[in-house]
């Protein structure tokens, strides 16, 4: 079995002529956490639209746990326990955060968003949804709409949503963007407990945040490779720095420290 779980070989998108996304050679190891880091317009969330194939690409081809998906649905990688939230939370605002989460699972094991069917059908999905609710720390906010929940346990529970689809690999998408200290260290831990088995690929602006979870880390700049590897190696790496024109340097190192 190969030590990489995802790999792109010249991955690349254009949209009339421009090139958002241009010869990106990923290679994320199984078992690990990896970063994928830049400055605004850098392409990582056209990167991960492309890998989650929310994007076809122009030119390149994407492999996942051996396979080519490069030409596949979103639904079909899905199943193969590739698996994505996205930068602004999605949740069903008027049901309860359990029922939320009742529904990845009635997705998960093929079942329909059939709200009609009988409450005894429904409640066999409970238990495992209420362990859910307690790996992510929202087992006290079970019955509260989910639309009542602050904007930190949302982002939770969109993790506890994504973790109902069995996810082999999991790729969040900026899962701290917006949220308080509090909510932040919360999210960190969150990452790093639902990562054990897991291969986890996330993009993230937050430097610390990125410098506390990730194994690895790939820059992207103006949709191209800048750099690789641990924080330390990519934090002093002068044209990473340029890249972001010097304006998170200070706190690439205070990141580092």
């Not at 079970?142 to 999991?170: C, Q």
């Not at 934090?235 to 024109?245: D, M, T």
Request: with cysteine; net charge neutral; charged share 20%.
């Amino acid at each position: 079995m190969s030590d990489a779980i995802l790999e792109t070989s010249g991955l690349t998108k254009e949209f009339r002529g421009f090139v958002a996304v241009n010869d990106v050679n990923l290679s994320v190891k199984r078992g690990t956490i990896h970063g994928l880091i830049g400055p605004n317009g850098a392409g990582k969330t056209t990167c991960f639209n492309l890998l989650t194939k929310f994007l076809p690409p122009t030119r390149g081809t994407i492999r996942y746990d051996g396979r080519d998906i490069t030409g596949m649905k979103p639904a079909q990688v899905a199943r193969l326990g590739l698996v994505r939230s996205f930068q602004i939370s999605a949740v069903f605002p008027h049901l309860s955060v359990l029922e939320n989460v009742r529904v990845a699972l009635q997705r998960q094991r093929g079942g329909s968003f059939d709200f009609w069917r009988s409450d005894s059908i429904l409640r066999s999905y409970d238990s495992r949804a209420r362990e859910l609710l307690d790996d992510v720390g929202l087992s006290t906010y079970a019955n509260l709409t989910a639309g009542e929940l602050p904007y930190g346990r949302k982002r939770a529970l969109e993790i506890a949503t994504t973790l109902a689809l069995d996810p082999v690999m999991l790729l969040l998408d900026e899962p701290t963007a917006g949220m308080a200290h509090d909510d932040v260290d919360r999210i960190v831990a969150l990452v790093k407990r639902v990562a054990v088995g897991r291969t986890v690929l996330l993009v993230e602006h937050n430097l610390k945040v990125v410098s506390g979870l990730c194994d690895t880390i790939t820059v992207l700049a103006r949709g191209s490779v800048l750099a690789e590897g641990d924080y330390a190696t990519v934090a002093r790496n002068p044209e990473v720095i340029a890249a972001y024109l010097g304006s998170e340097a200070p706190a690439m190192e205070a990141a580092h420290g």
